[in-house]
């Protein structure tokens, strides 16, 4: 099998094929730099491609393996290309966070942690991918890089915030990214462009490395084209790290080898009411096909979930402002004008409405811990629609005309809120040649439970991410 058949592939079958002398860890970086040419003309997924250091640690990889390195064998990302959202640090690359303004920075004096454990699990970085501003949207139409084209439709958007991280595995460019989840800039994109997509527990992977938005709400997690490769990933990625405040200093819990438990002792619902009500037919229906392929599930209802939005946007509006003040002051004509105006009106709320938001987020929290000792995974839609058209101002969701870019994340808002696991899925076949994703929720610290369920869907054959067909 070629490398450039390779690359299609999820990456634990790359991983195999490295470590069995298949191919070789530079022919497959090769191939992945040689598809982002071909491709990211149509797609923009990367803003950054780092060809030489991609090459040098590929070659470095072949020669431990070729002397038999024991260690290097072991690698569980074995010369698997990934990418990261250019709001990780890079060594020698400014962190542009989808900004004008970054680009005066200077470049990063070394690699963020999770880029850093990437490597350290044999992983070969080939570059940093677009984003929304701050990362402050839901659809990566950035006025600066130009809009991520989703490489199943190009005249779709990709979703985001960390939209070129879910495009470039779409595209078959990389079979793994990582990006940032604050309000669903993680499940947002997988749903739309048809990948895999994990947000772990608040608190469990390090931030620091990474540009922040909403620093009690931002998650950085993984994109792949299989739940055993978010396994891997997640698994290589945990740990403990000082420098972030909001890291938990618990131990290494792995959930690759729980992938084949299975379905196994787990307690499965579908979430109704809210999320029933701001779902559109294709989001219904792919979640009525998990909940057929899992022999019918009760239906239970998380309450005040539209309060729990309101509550995520209100802290996410006053943190962010508060984050970029100085700017605002000197430089309000470099930001994105919907981004501008969004951190302008952040900076006149009353501190009593986020006070009040605060206590809402608290209260959901307390809700949905009850409900969670009874249940052990939630299953509900991702995103309200498929991807709308680039430019799109406004969707239509069961009767409703609401805006595009703020509702894609209708449904996953109340669940970042307050931190859960959730594992986002693609589902294929409820739109005629479009995917859209359902989030499989679980417990804090449980993300073996939300890959579990999302490893046996795949391979009953209901979750699937194909390589997009683009010439």
């Known amino acids: 099998m070629t490398a450039e058949t390779l690359l299609k592939l999820p990456a634990h079958a790359i991983a195999a094929a490295v470590r069995q002398g298949e191919v070789t860890a530079e022919a497959l970086a090769q191939a992945s ?14 803003t950054d491609v780092t060809a030489e ?21 072991t690698l569980p990302l074995l010369g698997v290309p990934y990418a990261v959202k250019n709001l990780f640090d890079i060594a020698g690359l400014t962190t542009l966070a989808g900004s004008k303004i970054e680009r005066d920075r200077p470049p990063a004096k070394c690699d963020g942690p999770l880029v850093q454990r990437m490597d350290a699990a044999g992983a070969v970085l080939v570059g940093a991918l677009n984003m929304d501003e701050y990362a402050y949207g839901f659809t990566t139409e950035n006025s600066h890089e130009g809009p991520t084209h989703n490489p199943h439709d190009l005249g779709r958007v990709a979703g985001g915030s960390s939209g070129g991280s879910g495009a470039a595995i779409a595209a078959g460019q990389v079979p793994i990214t990582l990006g940032s989840d604050t309000n669903g800039s993680i ?60 890291c938990v200093p618990r131990g290494v819990e792995p959930t690759h080898e729980a992938l084949s438990q299975g379905l196994a002792g787990l307690r499965i619902a579908r979430l109704g009411g809210y999320f029933d009500d701001n779902a559109g037919p294709e989001a219904s229906a792919a979640v009525d096909r998990v909940s057929q392929a899992l022999g019918g599930l009760p239906t239970v209802e998380l309450p005040e979930a539209q309060r729990a939005r309101a509550a995520a946007f209100l802290i996410s509006q006053a943190e962010s402002s508060n984050l970029h003040l100085p700017d605002l002051r000197k430089r309000a004509q470099d930001f994105e004008p919907l981004s501008r105006d969004r951190f302008l009106a952040g900076a006149l709320l009353p501190a009593a409405w986020v006070v009040e938001a605060r206590r809402v987020r608290r209260w959901f929290a307390l809700r949905a811990a009850e409900l969670l000792r009874d249940v052990d995974v939630l299953i509900a839609p991702a995103t309200p629609v498929v991807a709308p058209a680039i430019g799109s101002e406004w ?45 499989i929720i679980a417990a804090p610290w449980r993300e073996a439970h939300a890959l579990r369920v999302a490893h046996a869907l795949e391979q009953m054959g209901v979750f699937v991410a194909p390589v997009a067909k683009l010439s």
Request: aromatic content about 6%.
């Open 33 to 46: 730099l040689m598809r982002i040419e071909q491709t990211d003309g149509a797609v923009n997924a990367f």
């Open 53 to 73: 250091r991609a090459l040098a640690t590929a070659r470095a990889l072949d020669r431990r393996v070729k002397e038999g390195d024991v260690d290097a064998l």
């Open 187 to 246: 499940r947002v994109p997988s749903s739309l462009c048809g990948v895999f997509g994990l947000k772990p527990t608040y608190g469990r992977l390090p931030r620091n490395g990474s540009y922040p938005f909403v620093a009690s709400l931002d998650h950085l997690g993984p994109f792949g084209r299989s739940a055993q490769d978010l396994a891997l990933a997640y698994d290589a990625m945990q740990g403990y790290d000082a420098a972030d405040p909001g």
């Open 395 to 439: 969707l239509d969701i069961n009767g409703r005309r609401l805006p595009a870019r703020p509702s894609l994340g209708l449904l996953t808002q109340p669940i970042s809120c307050i931190g859960l696991p959730v594992c986002a899925a693609p589902v294929w076949g409820v739109h005629g040649h479009m995917p859209i994703g359902v989030q």
